[in-house]
């Protein structure tokens, strides 16, 4: 199992980022998918989750209405689409499958939040 996360970077407070996480080595289609996230400092956070086949979503309440989690079952991938970034989303953003009770993380991408 492999789980590659990209799409961070630096953004100005109001902007936006689509992170992707690209998984391999299981049946995509058959699992939740979800996105944490770690502040320096602080414990990793649920952000969203997505259902195997997406028609169930999940957002932690500091997102709601801004964030948009979604995957693409033929390409084995899942995104997560942040608008309207605050200083306080600032965060390694993990992707995570958990198989036959078994976590598995990316290795995390960084996002910045700051004029």
């Known amino acids: 199992v492999q789980l590659v996360e990209s799409g961070g970077g630096l953004v100005q407070p109001g902007g936006s980022l689509r992170l992707s996480c690209a998984a391999s080595?299981?049946?995509?289609?058959?699992?939740?998918m979800r996105w944490y996230r770690q502040a320096a400092g602080k414990e990793r956070e649920l952000v969203a989750s997505?259902?195997?086949?997406?028609?169930?979503?999940f957002y932690a309440d500091p997102v709601k209405g801004r964030f948009t989690i979604s995957r693409d079952n033929a390409k084995n991938a899942v995104y997560l689409q942040m608008n309207s970034l605050r200083p306080e989303d600032t965060a390694v953003y993990y992707c995570?499958?958990?198989?036959?009770?078994?976590?598995?993380w990316g290795q995390g991408t960084q996002v910045t939040v700051s004029s």
């Open positions: 995570r499958a958990q198989i036959l009770s078994r976590d598995y």
């Open positions: 080595g299981f049946t995509f289609s058959s699992y939740a």
């Open positions: 997505i259902s195997s086949l997406g028609g169930t979503t």
